[in-house]
């Protein structure tokens, strides 16, 4: 088992594994920051060796600062080191027990030993400490010693230290080599030096039984300011580590606040699983290779965040494991753990095996891993000899060319992703679509998704050769495409024959948004020459003009030809009223973005409302407008369920029938519904909701932006619909909060289109992605549109029209702009 040269061999009653950890500070230059601002350090870089027969993976961590620029400079390299023939008992787990002390101190000497061979290793080393012990994740009988090797030395003396380093020659058979980095907060030496002498910032965590982890003062305050702290977690041998977030909320750049989690106890670059800052949209679950994992929380001075919960618990080591003989005819697999992040060192093999004379196909659903690098040099997917990585599949779909097919999965010890999901089918070479249509790129889809307007195949070879139905346009090209896309300024067809013929001012012209047409050379001219100020709305300046339909009318009563300007963070008002009453939108901690897929992350809507029929459950949706007021549709109030005693509003609810810590209930103080509310034509299906008492705002409630009567959603613009959809009758599916993206659509189109049912008290918009399944929008719930800053305001409250049950019908929606003083009149909001 000896790989390495009896020098360091340290005690006759015990093997040494030891390797070395060879490590390079990186130009500290590089990473220094402005003057006056902190500064951060930390570089580590570190070469990883694994040697045949070893037990160990180290890693190295580089501290150093500069006390000033001609002095010593100190630095502290973590390491691991890993001890054989050693079984692991409890005591190891306490380091004030004598067991740890004693195997302690013979890792300290046995590092004074490697150092003692390199002169300048010897010349400058100050100590080490021993910080924790782990079982070894491969031999039984092994122990994993976490150290942290202290050095001074004159700052000239950097380069003769690493290069001193990088001579320690490692044992041979050297594999691998990773880089790392690690950024802690350098308040300075002396937070650090207490780390290392008495890791009193170290919480130690059993993960026998399942718990949770929070960040200091979660949730009832913000993570305290430049603080560093750490969780060891340690699970049972055969055990892995399962960490899943609950909430995780800190400060959006990761140079200030960040959590990073590792796949060892110490923090030892090579092995780190993530680091985490912001408002994360990704999978937040983790799993350790082995039994062990630390969660490392790191903050700054400035601005303090609410910060996280994790819950932990053990799972068999076998859960992670994954590949296997696939021998059905169709079947799906996905990278171990789905959708929780794949654990690191996984590596899988699919063998898909089908009868005789047919050919496998394998479909890719989701696709997360690793970094997409030339070659796939981290994590990787291979198909047909072909090694796949990254987020982004040139193509989705692959075949064989015989009835075999072999997939293997492989991840690296740092940096997972979420992994994959996949199906394979089994199919007849000469008829690969039974039943269905066969798109160019082998994809088989319904016949009913054929010509339906939609790019079902990823190819459009769904699309071409159609016939077109009543509902959609032909385009110049071929394609079909559905109606409601005509003249919205966005070229659906690709050769843009849907927008033409839609405006009637030539092309050096500029359409105004009161009709009329002004030569293109007038735009921004500080001249209102439209007549409505259109042409001077979207300049650097604003213009002062007389009020009209189409400008913003600021609270001292003058207007401003600026489109829009109303919370878009510029002082536009001279009494700065386009900015005031801004605390909505974007909730306090976090921007906005909103990111893909069906399911909304929680707290991504806090505006959303589930109204509840005492005993009926989920009824309608609802926006949140203050902390007292709440906006629906009239129609979700019939004359049976018209009082206010007969409903409950349900706040920051994630998931119908799971309320959590930050749900809070309602009954309602009274419901007012447009006093012209018309039952049969559904025109002004609007209502307000006064609650009975009033609203904590948080991250989880939060109010949508109400847009002024003269605020322009124009036809094209992309908006979200979201919520739990209609109660199934005896449903027992989980109604997690749902969303869906749609643009809106030019109103003269929808009008023709739905036969004048269509007032211009109303908005269409249809539905974006493909996908019945796509799209669940509550009646009263808002369509929301964010603004350039992120911003999100309410255009539309859902009121009716098939939504997006049909792909070729459009929803309808109360115009919010139109009841702009309605709503003030009545909640002063
Ligand atoms: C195709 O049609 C079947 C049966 O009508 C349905 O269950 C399935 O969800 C459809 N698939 C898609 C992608 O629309
Ligand atoms: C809407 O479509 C009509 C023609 O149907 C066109 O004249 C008008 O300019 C379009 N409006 C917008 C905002 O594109």
């Known amino acids: 088992m000896d790989a390495l040269d009896s020098r360091q061999k340290f005690s006759p009653t ?23 601002q902190r500064r951060r350090l930390w570089v580590g870089l570190g070469l990883l060796f694994t040697a045949a027969a070893l037990t160990l993976l180290t890693g190295l961590l580089v501290w150093h600062f500069h006390l000033r620029s001609d002095v010593r400079v100190n630095r502290i390299y973590i390491g691991s080191m890993g001890i054989s023939n050693k079984p692991f008992v409890a005591e190891y787990e306490d380091p004030s027990s004598s067991l740890f ?77 990773q880089r790392g980095r690690l950024m802690l907060n350098p308040t300075n030496a002396l937070t650090v030096r207490s780390v290392s002498s008495g890791e009193r910032n170290s919480i130690e965590v059993h993960v026998r039984k399942s718990g949770r982890i929070d960040s200091p003062g979660f949730p009832d305050t913000s993570y305290p300011p430049s603080m560093s702290q750490k969780w060891r977690l ?63 929380l790191v903050t700054n001075k400035e601005k303090n965040f609410p910060g996280f919960r994790a819950f932990y618990s053990q799972i068999p080591a076998d859960d992670g494991e994954c590949g296997g003989k696939l021998i059905e005819e169709r079947g799906t697999f996905s990278s171990p753990l789905f959708p929780a992040n794949y654990p690191p060192k996984s590596f899988c093999t699919w063998d898909i095996q089908v009868p005789k004379e047919r050919f496998v196909k394998v479909l890719f659903k989701k696709f997360a891993v690793g970094k997409d690098t030339p070659g796939c040099l981290d994590d990787y997917v291979e198909i047909n000899n072909q090694k796949l990585c990254g987020s982004e599949l040139k193509t989705t779909m692959f075949t064989s060319q015989s009835n075999k097919m072999t997939i293997q999965f492989k991840s690296d010890p740092s940096h997972v992703s979420q992994g994959f999901t996949a199906e394979y089918e089994a199919f ?18 319904n016949t009913t998704q054929h010509c339906d307007g939609f790019n079902d195949c990823g190819d459009n070879s769904d699309e071409f050769s159609c016939k077109c139905e009543a509902m959609q346009m032909e385009c110049k090209n071929g394609l079909c495409k559905t109606k409601f896309w005509r003249c919205d300024g966005i070229d659906d067809c690709g050769d843009n024959s849907d927008e033409e013929g839609c405006v009637k001012c030539t092309d050096g012209e500029f359409s105004c948004r009161n009709g009329r047409c002004i030569s293109k050379k007038l735009l921004c001219n500080n001249k209102d020459d439209c007549g409505d100020g259109s042409d001077e709305s979207r300049c650097e300046k604003s213009l002062w003009l007389q009020c009209s339909d189409f400008t913003f009318r600021c609270r001292s009563g003058r207007c401003i030809s600026k489109l829009n300007p109303e919370c878009d963070g510029e002082l536009d008002c001279e009494d700065g009223s386009d900015e005031a009453d801004c605390q909505c939108g974007i909730p306090p901690f976090r921007s906005s973005r909103i990111i893909g897929g069906q399911v909304s992350r929680e ?66 103080k009274q419901v007012i519904v447009h006093e012209k509310f018309d039952h049969i034509s559904f025109d002004n299906d609007i209502a307000l909701i006064e609650l009975d008492s009033n609203l904590i705002l948080n991250q989880y409630i939060w109010p949508i932006c109400l847009p002024s009567p003269t605020y322009d959603f124009p036809a ?114």
């Open 603 to 668: 707290g991504e809507w806090p505006w959303q409302v589930s109204l509840h029929i005492t005993g009926k459950g989920h009824t309608c949706g609802a926006s949140v407008l203050n902390n007292r007021w709440l906006l629906t549709a009239a129609h979700c109030f019939p004359d049976e369920f018209a009082q206010a005693s007969q409903w409950e509003a349900f706040l920051g609810l994630h998931v119908q029938g799971q309320t959590n810590e930050w749900t809070v209930t309602r009954k309602l």
């Open 716 to 829: 094209g613009q992309e908006a979200w619909i979201t919520g739990w959809g209609a109660t199934v009758e005896g449903g027992a599916s989980v109604k997690i909060l749902q969303k869906a993206q749609v643009r809106i659509i030019n109103s003269t189109v929808c009008k023709d289109l739905l036969e004048n049912w269509v007032n211009d008290r109303m908005l269409c918009a249809g539905i974006l992605t493909g996908g019945v399944d796509a799209c669940q929008g509550d009646s009263g719930g808002p369509l929301a549109v964010t603004n350039p800053r992120g911003r999100i305001f309410v255009a539309g409250v859902v009121s009716w029209g098939e939504g997006c049950a049909l792909r070729d019908k459009p929803g309808v929606y109360t115009r919010i702009t139109e009841f702009r003083s309605w709503i003030k009149e009545h909640t002063g909001v």
């Open 234 to 296: 340690r699970a049972d041998r055969g055990h892995r580590i399962r960490l899943d977030f609950h909430t995780l909320i800190l400060e959006d750049d990761c140079q200030n606040d960040f959590i990073k989690i590792y796949d060892s106890l110490a923090p030892i670059e090579p092995q780190l699983l993530t680091e985490q800052c912001g408002y994360p949209h990704g999978s937040l679950s983790f799993v350790s290779s082995g039994n062990v994992m630390l969660v490392m």
């Open 101 to 177: 002390r004693s195997l302690a101190d013979l890792v300290n000497k046995q590092l004074k030993l490697i150092y003692s061979e390199n002169s300048v290793l010897a010349r400058y080393v100050k100590g080490s400490t021993v910080q924790a012990f782990s079982e070894g994740d491969v031999d039984p009988d092994s122990v994993v010693a976490y150290y942290e090797s202290e050095f001074e030395l004159p700052a000239h003396q950097e380069a003769s230290l690493n290069e001193a380093i990088q001579s320690l020659e490692p044992p041979a058979g050297s594999l691998q080599v």
């Open 14 to 36: 015990q093997d040494w594994d030891v390797t070395e950890q060879f490590l390079q500070a990186s130009d500290p230059r590089h990473l220094e920051k402005k003057p006056g």
């Open 428 to 445: 007849i070479p000469t008829n690969p679509c039974p039943g269905k249509f066969r798109c160019s790129n082998n994809m088989c889809i």
